[in-house]
């Protein structure tokens, strides 16, 4: 890998299924620099690690870098707070909104509400201001209605 090639002296542990790649940095010494000013050199590391990895488009798979689990830490948060928001929107039956957000922020919380059965999301907003509309969905209208 290109830290240890680089002579960082960091361990790894990698898992992958069939379209991602995940490494999880071990190192006590490097973990405040890496995630420091919002993971910024963990976020470009995962940047070089995918353009290595990736050279051959046919065959690309999401790689994810990742310190002692922070950004899985973080994910599951995101997520949390994304359904709770999802269930006030439908309980309150207006749209909330998350963010702004960074684009893998917003694609976590798009793919963890794809399923939801009664919200839909749709991003807006431009650049950094970008955010997450979670949309209550209509209720089928009854014929008790009519």
């Not at 002579?7 to 973990?31: K, W």
């Not at 909330?96 to 749709?122: F, N, W, Y």
Request: charged share 30%; aromatic share 4%; net charge negative.
């Amino acid at each position: 890998m290109l830290l240890e090639g680089l002579g960082f002296g960091m361990t790894f542990v990698a898992t992958e299924d069939d379209d991602r790649v995940n490494f999880d940095l071990e190192s006590d010494i490097y973990h405040p620099v890496l995630v420091a000013r919002d993971m910024a050199l963990l976020d470009a590391l995962e940047h070089l690690v995918d353009k290595m990895g990736n050279q051959d488009a046919e065959n690309r798979r999401r790689i994810n870098v990742d310190s002692q689990g922070i950004k899985s830490s973080q994910d599951t948060d995101l997520v949390q707070s994304a359904e709770e928001l999802a269930d006030l929107a439908v309980e309150r039956g207006q749209t909330m909104k998350m963010g702004p957000l960074d684009p893998r922020s917003r694609r976590i919380v798009h793919v963890a509400l794809k399923e939801h059965a009664h919200v839909s999301t749709r991003s807006e907003g431009e650049g950094a201001f970008r955010q997450v509309c979670i949309i209550p969905k209509q209720a089928p209208a009854s014929e008790d209605d009519e």
